[in-house]
């Protein structure tokens, strides 16, 4: 009879579960089981394969073999359909093998390449560019805990970081896997998001400018990738940019968590790949490079040709990599190199020294037994040349050798395969030397200044995966080795993990054996161990491969090694390791050779005293750096060629020991980190994108140290639930009493029934001090019995449906039969009820008969009366509207006459007065005449005198010529008139002839006596129209005869100037004056110079302003540039004085005391009216007049106006620029809730003044087109145009920075409030009737409340209609922008009842903007809005996709099949099927961004609304101001 454990296990194997088993081609394949067959002794159960029904699947064993086992060998469950795409692997219901490939390989095909495993990261590479990059995406992980978003690489880094922060311990992402898994781009992305993630909580960060915005250090940081890829990487069969060797990026920080500096240190790069590469493989990026982008210059220098006429680079067969420019890559590696602190010229050093390995590779070697040379090769003369080196010696030393004795040195020439390998060895030295020097400048250009500054840092380590080839070498070797290193520190850190969670839950728990590969690492690495030998045959003169192999066969052919060393059967020059991932066979041949790998010494020498600077000093650096001390990390490169002839060193360190060292000293900087592990994956071997390969999946996982991990975890409590997620899900298996207990609710206790309940096992279990720890399988143990207890509780609840639809049944048919009976009974008292109808209806006919009868006799009668009543009522009308007539034409006569009495008095007092003011008039000229005559003797005054005289002879004659044209203008009209009246002479004189003739007809008695009188009416018109004729004709004669007059005397007075002018310049003036008077037209020709060189600026301003309208400009840079042009605009202006200034202008006008105050513009202006004003509150029930709101601009206004008016043209341009600065900083310098009312305070101000402006600039222009002053209009128009220009820009200003102070108010409450909150009752999500959820702290209401806030601030100010338009659009969009990008992100939110909440909170907000009639603002939620009509939309075919496209328009394909993908299924609800998932990816076949592009919070586009037309400046200052010195200077504009 089987156990209870046994029967445990087997219960949970019904029909249709489904199990996994080994697959040759798939890995493992599904079945479903059809029968179990279970007795005392044997246990039989029968599957049925899911893929091919006619295939089965058969699991037999003994009962007793399953005790021993404890069920585990029992074919391993698959998990439901709803967990098969879960995002961590640590939450399957069924932990193993199959189920983990099985979910991989499902995310692989929905296109999600990243899965948690715990603390592992698995990346599976795409092969093909995916829209998870971008900087938005960094940024929406910046912040985030891990499991708050989709598992990242991102996620990753950002908890590295955290960690960091919280923990003040520095951090090592190890990103591994195999070549072409995707290490390298993982970790140049982490990298990135370093330097480009902005992190806005952390105290002391400095904060990024913008998306993508860094540092000098970050810039230095990531130009370290594409230096190191183009010297490092290379194109193998398995990746198009492999690293060839191993990388650990130390980024530091400070204090304040700001990347202060970098360290890399480099491991075992590839030498060997310089000298050969395998078919159809590259060697180093960077020669590819240099052929293909060199200019003709560098070509012609180095004798640089095709990539295919160099032996080091033809010998793969391919120079070419799909999609890449290696002409642009040149360049940017040329940037990079540039960025990282190396000159033009060390980079053409560098690129002098690559073209001299391409020829020394292309140096031919011949002869049989002896190497020879040939004397006229090319490559040798150039690659000597290039190399600065003596071409004799280089010669002769690359085909012989001398061996050095006690006695004497001995010189044998060399075969051609030695002095090939010899040739070959001096390359690889010089390209490592080349490397090596390369990390040493980069360390030295991002190490931090301050080493104190440094406070911690996150090491991101690339390194190599497990390789397994056919044929295995020393490279293989280090690298699993290495690999091995790495996975026993994974391992322990597991295991760790592990203990301190129980530790930490205060569980019972036992040692957990795990698979620890220390002896394996101690049979490389001991002081006996493979490393130890190879360098001890390495020292021998006669070591040779196979007395390395031999050494290992005796040492380790030993059964303590026969776990971990074994001997190949048909080999003896190879040996196997058994490594923890695969057995790997190595071949010992080069074994020696490469760990050895010296140059001769007599290349060293020649290398050393080359003549080429930077080659010696490179090698001079190589061999400082070439012997390893104990203090020394190995940091720069673990891989240093020892050369030089004379060391201080008994011993050369070989490449296997110096590896060795270093791989010791990372493993210890790894040990005082905290851990982070990124496994990348390579899903298929043709790099083929999106194709999935279980087997080599399945390879790696193993290798990698996933599997590992989950059978740790197994081995102890596996599954880990917290109570409160316990209770909700299993609350269901105990009786209803357990869940609502009178005491206080104990989830704890709730938690413990049910397992003591069901659980009989107490080793199955642990109950710690958050959490429920299960054992391997109980999980799916508790999920049967809560699938059989709902199952049970449906069947009942379908009793009492079902008893409920009969009982209903039931009662339908009594209550019909009463309602047939009700129908026959209705029907006979309708017949009744008809016959009374029919009496009653003959009753009313008869009755309204009569009455109609009688009405009408009645309405005759009446209407007889009021026609009476109407004729009298006429009659007396009549008579009286006859006296009114009369009495008002009596009224109008008198009102006639008195008005002419009161006309003819006031003219009669009007000229009496007037002839006293002439009398007055001229007696003040005479006596001003007289001063005048006396003040004309001083020189300046009669330059002043002449000055005007000049000015008014200029207007005078201007007058005159205006004057002739009238007159012209009148005698044309007077010739007309008369020519009109000759006609009318001749006309009336026809006229009367023809009365005259008629008069005899008119005095006949006739019937045509009206026709005649008509004519005689006529008659009478036509003479009084000639007479009126002829008395205009007189008064126009005497206009004429005014203006001549008048023109003569102004002839007079211009001709007596022209006298007094002529005498002034024949007066002798003296020196003095004379220089004065130089020296002032010397300064106005430079003013006038500067004036017009100004203008000339100003209108390439407004003419570029005109091409670039919809340039976007930072408003900052907009706000900087304005100030500068305020500022040269004032410098530049501030000397000119134009001759319209001078004309108004005097040092004795009281105004212009006035202005050179500088209390009245900075007291009285700036802070009496901006700086210190008390701004009038916004209420939108009862706003503030327009004069309160606006007198700020509007006095202003005013003062500038009417200082243009008199001519303060520098001073009124001096006031404006000082205004709009007072006002931009004012606004600039609030924050929070103060700028929302201040903002638009100003904003509106600066709106009515530029309104102002543009206003009075008709006035002003016709009024200087009237006084005919063109030069002051000019200036003025100017200066308008600047003023404007600036107002523009003043208001861009405040607009940005006001709605960047809204955005960050709404950035705290958007996500919670329009994502977060749930207000709908009856579709609350993430709760239960045990557990109901807590309410939001932020709810729509407090969304609402910024909003309604703005609104009416905005309201109540009365804000243009076009500023409230953009304000509502901008944080609109940023509100949907915010919410869709966070919503899109999330995992494990998006459910059909979210959808439905936020659904209810948009309408909540657009019924909001309804209110309000600003629905087109609206339109800005339309992503969002149908992303909730996504989630709630059936997606359970292809064709419901196809619907999903068709209603959610707006949307992308990235979009959609994101949130497909994330959605997460109820309980009632299918799992969305596989081909479902395929067929929303299929539609992506553009590269558009999952997210929508992020809204700026510093940056708003803002449109400045037309002015207003009807905009005045007026003089209102409220009495609460006590500004005296601004009251005193308008009075004094004003009069």
């Not at 020294?353 to 590779?361: C, F, K, Q, V």
């Not at 071409?391 to 004795?405: D, H, L, M, N």
């Not at 999903?1444 to 009632?1468: F, M, N, R, T």
Request: aromatic letters at 8%; charged letters at 25%; glycine letters at 4%.
């Amino acid at each position: 009879m089987p156990s209870i454990q046994v029967t445990q296990a087997l219960d949970i194997y019904t029909n249709g579960v489904k199990a996994w088993f080994p697959d040759d081609e798939a890995g493992w394949v599904s079945a479903s089981l059809v029968s179990k067959d279970v007795t005392d002794s044997h246990v039989k159960i029968v599957f049925n394969n899911d893929a091919d029904e006619s295939r089965e699947h058969v699991f037999e064993a003994a009962v007793t073999e399953l005790e021993k086992t404890r069920g585990s060998n029992l074919p391993p469950l698959r998990n439901p359909p709803k967990m098969e795409d879960a995002d961590d692997l640590t939450n399957l219901s069924h932990l193993n093998e199959p189920s983990v490939l099985h979910t991989i390989r499902t995310r692989y095909g929905q296109k999600q390449i990243y899965t948690y495993s715990g603390i592992v990261l698995i990346a599976a590479n795409p092969f093909a560019r995916v829209q998870l990059y971008e900087p938005d995406i960094i940024q929406q992980y910046s912040g985030r805990r891990r499991g708050e978003l989709e598992p990242h690489l991102f996620a990753i880094a950002e908890d590295a970081y955290r960690c960091m922060i919280r923990e003040r311990s520095n951090q090592t992402i190890i990103v591994s896997g195999e070549s072409g898994a995707g290490k390298t781009v993982s970790a140049k992305y982490i990298m990135r998001y370093f330097a480009t993630a902005d992190d806005k909580e952390t105290v002391g960060k400095k904060a990024k400018d913008g998306a993508g915005a860094m540092t000098e250090v970050e810039e230095q940081i990531l130009a370290t990738n594409p230096i190191m890829e183009a010297f490092g990487n290379a194109k193998t069969t398995r990746n198009d940019n492999s690293s060839r060797f191993g990388k650990y990026i130390e980024i530091q920080f400070d204090k304040q968590c700001n990347i202060v500096g970098a360290k890399i240190r480099t491991y075992l790069l590839e030498r060997s790949r310089l000298i050969f590469q395998p078919e159809i493989e590259r060697n180093y990026h960077i020669f590819y490079q240099f052929c293909a982008g060199a200019s003709a210059e560098e070509r012609q220098k180095y004798d640089l040709q095709e990539w295919s006429n160099f032996h080091y680079l033809k010998q793969g067969g391919t120079g070419d990599i799909p999609g890449v420019d290696d002409a642009a890559e040149l360049d940017l590696t040329k940037k990079s190199l540039s960025m990282v602190g190396i000159s033009e010229e060390t980079q053409q050093q560098i690129f002098r020294l690559l073209a001299a390995l391409l020829h020394l590779g292309n140096i031919e070697i011949g002869g049989r037994t002896d190497a020879m040379l040939s004397e006229g090769d090319a490559a040798v003369t150039m690659a000597t040349q290039l190399l600065g080196i003596n071409a004799t010696e280089f010669k002769k030393w690359i085909v012989r050798k001398q061996i050095s004795t006690r006695s004497e040195k001995i010189m044998t020439n060399l075969s051609p395969q030695q002095a090939q390998v010899v040739r070959d060895s001096m390359a690889k030295y010089i390209y490592s030397s080349l490397f090596d020097w390369l990390v040493g400048v980069v360390n030295e250009s991002l190490a931090c200044d301050d080493a104190d500054r440094v406070a911690t840092f996150i090491g991101v380590l690339d390194i190599y995966g497990f390789e397994h080839f056919k044929k295995n070498s020393f490279e293989q070797f280090c690298i699993n080795y290495a690999n091995e290193k790495l996975q026993q520190q994974f391992n322990q850190h597991v295991f760790k993990l592990e203990q301190e969670e129980y530790v930490r839950e205060n569980i019972d728990w036992t040692f957990i054996d795990f698979s620890d590969n220390q002896k394996c690492i101690e049979m490389i690495e001991a002081k006996m161990g493979i490393l130890s030998l190879l360098d001890e045959e390495s020292r021998l003169p006669s070591g040779s491969d196979q007395g390395f192999c031999n050494k290992l066969y005796s040492t380790f052919g030993t059964p303590s090694y026969q776990s971990y060393f074994k001997k190949p059967r048909f080999s003896n020059n190879a040996f196997t390791v058994v490594h923890y991932a695969h057995d790997v066979q190595y071949e010992a041949e080069g074994f020696m050779e490469k760990n050895k790998d010296t140059v001769p010494d007599e290349h060293l020498t020649l290398l050393q005293n080359a003549q080429f600077d930077f080659l010696a000093s490179m090698i001079k650096r190589a061999n400082a750096a070439s012997s390893p001390s104990p203090s020394n990390s190995i940091g720069d490169s673990p891989v240093k060629k020892i050369g030089a002839a004379k060391m201080n060193a008994p011993k050369k360190p070989t490449l296997g020991s110096m590896f060795k060292i270093s791989l010791i000293n990372l493993m210890d900087t790894i040990g005082q980190t905290n851990v982070h592990y990124i496994r990348c994956i390579k899903p298929n071997e043709a790099k083929e994108a999106w194709i999935f390969e279980p087997n080599m999946v399945l390879a790696q996982l193993r290798a990698c140290g996933v599997l590992e991990t989950i059978r740790i975890s197994c081995a102890g409590y596996p599954s880990r639930w917290t109570f409160e997620e316990f209770a909700e899900r299993y609350y269901a298996l105990v009786d209803a009493k357990h869940w609502y207990p009178k005491s206080e609710k104990d989830i704890r206790t709730l938690c413990s029934t049910v397992v003591d309940t069901h659980i009989q096992d107490p080793d199955k279990y642990q109950i710690g001090l958050t959490k429920i720890f299960f054992r391997a399988g109980q999980l799916a143990y508790m999920e049967k019995l809560r699938t059989d207890r709902w199952t049970e509780v449906a069947i009942f609840l379908q009793k009492n449906c079902r008893r409920f639809i009969a009982r209903r049944r039931y009662l339908r048919v009594l209550k019909m039969v009463t309602q047939l009976q009700q129908v026959a009974r209705r029907k006979i008292g309708q017949i009744q009820l008809e016959n009374l109808r029919r009496e009653k209806a003959a009753t009313t006919i008869q009755k309204y008969w009569r009455c109609y009868a009688a009405r009408k006799r009645y309405l005759k009668q009446r209407a007889i009366i009021i026609q009476i009543q109407a004729a009298s009522r006429a009659l007396i009308a009549k008579k009286r509207f006859s006296m009114i007539r009369e009495h008002n034409a009596a009224t109008q006569i008198q009102r006639i006459v008195r008005g002419w009495s009161a006309r003819r008095k006031y003219q009669a007092q009007r000229k009496h007065i007037i002839r006293i003011q002439t009398c007055i008039r001229r007696r003040n000229a005479r006596k001003q005449l007289v001063v005048m005559r006396a003040e004309a003797r001083s020189v300046s005054h009669f330059k002043e005198v002449s000055y005007k005289l000049e000015t008014k002879v200029v207007e005078l004659t201007q007058n005159l010529a205006q004057q002739k044209e009238d007159k012209a203008r009148l005698k044309s009209k007077a010739t007309e008139l008369e020519t009109q009246v000759k006609s009318w002479i001749t006309k009336y004189d026809n006229l009367d002839d023809k009365a005259k003739d008629l008069n005899s007809v008119i005095d006949k008695p006739g019937p045509d006596g009206d026709h005649w009188a008509s004519l005689q009416q006529q008659r009478d018109g036509l003479k009084n129209e000639y007479v009126s004729s002829l008395n205009k004709i007189k008064t126009q004669d005497k206009e004429i005869a005014r203006l001549t007059e008048e023109l003569s005397r102004q002839k007079e007075e211009i001709a007596q100037l022209r006298k007094a002018s002529q005498e002034t310049v024949e007066k002798p003036m003296d020196d003095a004056d004379m220089s004065e008077l130089k020296n002032q037209i010397a300064a106005l020709k430079t003013q006038l110079s500067q004036t017009l060189g100004h203008s000339r600026r100003q209108q390439q301003q407004k003419q570029h302003l005109n091409q670039q309208p919809q340039q976007k400009t930072p408003y900052r840079g907009r706000r900087a540039a304005a100030a500068m042009r305020r500022k040269s605009s004032t410098t530049v202006e501030q000397p000119i004085t134009t001759a319209a200034n001078a004309s108004s202008c005097q040092p004795d006008d009281p105004l212009y005391t006035l202005l050179q105050d500088e209390d009245l513009l900075q007291v009285d202006v700036l802070d009496g009216l901006i700086r210190t004003l008390a701004i009038v509150p916004p209420d939108a029930s009862n706003p503030p007049s327009s004069k309160d709101k606006t007198f700020p601009a509007r006095v202003i206004g005013y003062c500038i106006v009417q200082m243009w008016k008199r001519g303060y043209l520098v001073e009124s341009e001096q006031w404006l620029f000082a205004v709009m600065e007072a006002i931009e900083k004012k606004c600039l310098d609030l924050v929070g809730e103060e700028a929302n009312g201040g903002c638009a305070y100003w904003l509106l101000n600066a709106h009515e003044l530029l309104s102002v402006i543009s206003a009075s600039e008709n006035d002003l222009e016709r009024s200087a087109r009237q006084l005919e002053s063109d030069s002051r209009w000019h200036e003025v128009e100017k200066i308008i145009a600047s003023i404007k220009y600036e107002l523009q820009y003043v208001q861009d200003s405040i607009y940005n920075h006001w709605v960047s102070e809204l955005k960050k108010q709404l950035q705290r409450v958007v996500v919670p409030a329009l994502v977060e909150s749930q207000s709908l009752p009856g579709f609350i999500s993430n709760s239960s009737s045990l557990m109901p959820g807590q309410a939001a702290l932020v709810t729509m209401d407090d969304l609402l409340a910024v909003l309604g806030k703005v609104y009416e601030i905005m309201q109540g100010y009365e804000i243009h209609p076009l500023v409230v338009e953009q304000v509502m659009n901008e944080l609109l969009k940023y509100v949907e922008v915010t919410a869709f990008n966070d919503l899109i992100m999330r995992r494990n939110f998006n459910s059909w009842k979210r959808a439905m909440q936020i659904q209810h909170n948009i309408t909540v907000l657009e019924d909001w903007c309804k209110t309000r009639n600003i629905t087109d603002a609206t339109l800005q939620l339309e992503h969002l809005s149908q992303a909730t009509k996504l989630l709630q939309l059936k997606k359970a075919t292809a064709d419901d996709i196809k619907i999903i496209y068709d209603v959610c328009w707006i949307l992308s394909p990235p979009q959609v099949h994101k949130l497909v993908q994330s959605y997460s299924v109820a309980e009632y609800e299918d799992p969305i099927n596989h081909d479902v998932m395929r067929a929303a990816a299929s539609r992506i076949t553009d590269k558009k961004e999952v997210l929508l592009s992020s809204v700026p919070i510093d940056e708003s586009i803002y449109e400045v609304p037309a002015p207003y037309p009807e905009a005045a400046a007026d003089a209102y200052l409220p009495s609460s101001l006590k500004l005296d010195r601004l009251q005193q200077f308008m009075e004094g504009i004003a009069s």
